[in-house]
């Protein structure tokens, strides 16, 4: 199969489309055929050495497609599904992937739209149990949230999970996103300076829970808004989160892919939306990844194969 790698680490030139043997899935697992596999910023992470040493290093940790073989002890699937989920070997930037875990393609989504969604539902997701923003919580007190970066993929994920949770949410954005925030369900406002004055301008207490998905060095601000470090979580911001005692969220204290599913059945309800920024084929891996890196784009980036 093809599949994309790199050999050295470095700039997107080191990214090739190289051929592969054919994995196949184990216990508990099944293979697509992809058909659309999501981009992120951990995979240009990856390529500059910023993450793990190991060469060389394929590419992609989530995947939509058609199901063509299944593993030992896997039910309620079958060959010819359409499944969209998470591949634990970090190869679903490939003509065939293996999946761990996995849901329904909605009905009304194509396989790029289904393939924006694990990575950043099942961060959203997590961050938010982790905060305590949970379906459970006591929201008749009217908890309130700050999404900082609402706009990008995990931040718009949140929002609507949050909503569909009870909670209020203001999410910061450029004022060009502002309206795409408000059809979510949040209140904008404008990142940069003035921000907390501008937060307070709406909730003159400051929020419950804030979580930073942006990585903008405010989290020294999102303390002040919510009282507590405890109180606030960030998924991009590792050294200032040691600097002001906030939470850094991690997959590995238990991730959150019942988010999946559950995504899944309220994009068939209508009550969820997903935004594919552009779509590249793999062959075009490397300038996916300087389109990336730029941040010119608006929504999540997707590989399409085949």
């Known amino acids: ?31 697509i055929r992809v058909r659309a596999a999501g981009i992120n910023a951990s995979d240009w992470k990856k ?56 849901a329904p393609v909605p009905a009304l989504l194509d396989h790029a739209q289904a393939a924006a969604i694990p990575a950043a539902a099942e961060t959203a997701a997590r961050a938010l149990d982790q905060l305590g923003v949970t379906a459970g919580m006591d929201v008749t007190v009217g908890s309130t949230l700050l999404v900082n970066g609402a706009s990008g993929s995990v931040g718009r994920m949140a929002v609507q999970l ?91 204290a238990g991730r959150a892919l019942y988010a999946l599913g559950h995504v899944a059945r309220m994009m068939e309800d209508g009550r969820f939306s997903v935004q594919v920024g552009r779509t590249f084929p793999l062959s075009e891996v490397a300038h996916a990844h300087r389109v990336g890196e730029a941040g010119t784009v608006r929504g999540k980036l997707v590989l399409v194969v085949g």
């Open 162 to 252: 949050a909503r569909e949770r009870g909670v209020r949410v203001i999410g910061t954005g450029s004022p060009g996103t502002h309206d795409d925030l408000r059809a979510l369900g949040a209140e904008p406002v404008a990142y940069g300076d003035g921000m907390t004055d501008r937060v307070r301008a709406i909730l003159p207490p400051g929020v419950d829970f804030a979580l930073d998905v942006a990585g903008s060095g405010v989290l020294p601000e999102l303390v002040e808004l919510a009282g507590t470090p405890e109180r606030v979580i960030t998924v991009a911001d590792f050294q200032g989160a040691r600097l002001t005692g906030v939470r850094f969220s991690r997959g590995d």
């Open 47 to 102: 390529r500059q050495g910023a993450l793990d040493q190991e060469l060389p290093q394929t590419l992609g940790y989530e995947a939509s497609g058609v199901v063509d073989q299944i593993g030992e002890g896997v039910s309620g699937v079958s060959v010819g599904d359409r499944v969209f989920g998470v591949s634990p070997y970090g190869a679903a930037q490939a003509e065939l992937a293996v999946l761990s875990d996995w």
């Open 1 to 31: 199969m093809r599949a994309a790698r790199f050999s050295r680490f470095g700039g997107p030139e080191v990214l090739e489309i190289v051929e592969l043997p054919d994995p196949h899935p184990g216990e508990g697992e099944l293979r």
